[in-house]
């Protein structure tokens, strides 16, 4: 895989503004939905007339599932998720959307494909390395694409995901970063659930909240 291949298309959807990828492989004009969030409309019109072959999730959080629906019914692909996060899909308590006033909490259908730490996913002509990055949530996934790393809410540019929501652990969200994350190449971009791209060697250098724990 060439980065010419690859087209990532970024969109900050939501009260959120939570970032949703659309990945095309310019070859075969396959493409890849990365965690469809609230308020899609921009999402799907992006997608329409593309051939989306599947819908991955980093987590099931509320505004990284909020338009799964809309894009499974638009585009029919199946949808992968950690197993320690399928039931949260179903589960308004669980993704938290039952929490925040919503006018209807948020249901979706299981995912018909469940992740495991370190296996290769082949999808869109693409060689898709999955890290089990839990600590924001207990499921949370990272997805490797060469020097493209899309890890949900587990790393941002200067800061980290939150752990003080259900299932979230300080602790074990520092060795997601410091064992799977930052064990990747320094010039590794990477795409967080929020906010700007940023690479692993600008965190390692200058992300207050990680640079004080390297080995």
């Known amino acids: 895989m060439s980065d010419q291949q690859l087209a990532i298309q970024s969109f900050a959807l939501g009260g959120f503004q939570t970032n949703a990828y659309v990945l095309t492989n310019t070859d075969t004009e396959e493409t890849i939905v990365i965690d469809p969030g609230m308020e899609p409309a921009r999402l799907l019109q992006a997608i329409a ?46 993704n938290g959307s039952s929490r925040w006033g919503l006018p209807e909490p948020i249901v979706c259908e299981r995912a018909e494909h469940e992740l495991a730490d370190g296996q290769t996913l082949r999808l869109a002509g693409f060689d898709i390395q999955v890290l089990h990055t839990p600590g924001h949530s207990p499921g949370s996934c990272s997805f490797v694409i060469g020097k493209h790393c899309f890890g949900g809410d587990v790393l941002f540019a200067q800061s980290i995901g939150r752990t003080d929501l259900p299932g979230g652990d300080y602790e074990t969200l520092m060795i997601s970063i410091q064992d799977k994350l930052f064990e990747l190449d320094d010039d590794t971009i990477v795409y967080p659930g929020h ?21």
Not at 195 to 215: A, S
Request: hydrophobic fraction near 35%; charge should be negative; aromatic fraction near 8%.
């Open 49 to 94: 007339d593309k051939n989306v072959v599947a819908i991955l999730l980093t987590h099931a959080h509320l505004d990284h599932i909020g338009g799964l629906n809309q894009v499974r019914a638009l585009t029919k692909a199946p949808v992968y998720i950690h197993p320690l996060e399928q039931e949260w899909l179903t589960n308004p308590d669980l």
């Open 195 to 215: 906010g700007p791209k940023t690479t692993i060697d600008y965190e390692k250098t200058y992300n207050p909240f990680v640079t004080g724990m390297l080995r």
